[in-house]
């Protein structure tokens, strides 16, 4: 059974930097592609990034352009998310998510994906 466990939430200033990690247990994480998600209180989850299982292609949410980098360490079993000049907007509960294969277009799509992990929370505040 794959279980996937995030971490590196903090309570963050505004215009300063996290590194969220996510780390699979139970099997080998290069036959997933993984997406990060967050969910704010009061907000509907939605899609922030998603690599493929080669790191050949990325998907990022059109308001973390440019401030969020996604890359995976297969040989680590572990998928990271680059968080850089983060805004109070970014406050909320993120996610990594497995996806057995590619969801290609669709890769913000919750259901698309088969394995969640417990979620790490992010604030950024002064």
């Known amino acids: 059974q794959l279980q996937l466990v995030e971490s590196g939430g903090d309570l963050v200033q505004p215009g300063g930097s996290l590194r969220l990690s996510c780390a699979a247990s139970g099997i080998t994480l290069d036959s997933y592609s993984i997406g990060w998600f967050r969910q704010a209180p009061g907000k509907e989850r939605e899609g922030v990034s998603c690599?493929?299982?080669?790191?050949?292609?990325?998907y990022y949410a059109d308001s973390v352009k440019g401030r969020f980098t996604i890359s995976r360490d297969n040989a680590k079993n572990t998928v990271y998310l680059q968080m850089t000049s983060l805004k109070p907007e970014d406050t909320a509960v993120y996610y990594c998510a497995a996806h057995y294969w590619w969801p290609g277009p669709n890769w913000s799509a919750a259901h698309e994906y088969n394995y969640w992990g417990q979620g790490t929370q992010v604030t950024v505040s002064s």
């Open positions: 690599i493929s299982r080669s790191s050949s292609n990325t």
